[in-house]
């Protein structure tokens, strides 16, 4: 049987491992959005480099103002859409790296709780008389931990939905506004 500092210094260190394991994979997803951001921008520049020529090789070739007028009313809809298109994108690719950011947190934080409620149960079994207060003050700390991060997780998600919405409403808004009107 281990003593408790031994046990004590196991559980650190695996739990060390378990936050170093889990900054990498942090790391790793943070620079896969990054890849997928940087993609999405260098395409939406390209794009954009070659719309614009057209456009303006487009407008240019207005004989009168009002002709000139049309043309930019007509090209107004379809940019509020790609600028609405690139905004759900990018609100896409920043949920799913969130997302996987909550699956990686999520799992070390269930794998960390098992490994110190063992920890705690196996201390408890060996502790001495009279240590019952204290261990059910460390269950106690542990567990308001664990209800904190739920907390804590619960306020991430509502807040990146609600981040996806407010994108949402003011693509549509965008797009809405970009409608060429009609005069009756």
Known sequence: MFSFHEQFAAATKAHFE???????????KTFEGVEKVIELNLNAAKASLEETGAGAKQLMSAKDPQEFLTISAAQAKPNAEKAAAYGRHLAGIASGTQAEFTRAAEAQVAETQKKINALIEEVSKSAPAGSENAIAILKSVISNANAGYEQLTKNAKQAVETLEANLNTATTQLTKAATPRTKK
Do not use: D, K, S, V
């Open 18 to 28: 378990a936050q170093l394991a889990l900054l990498n994979t942090l790391t790793a």
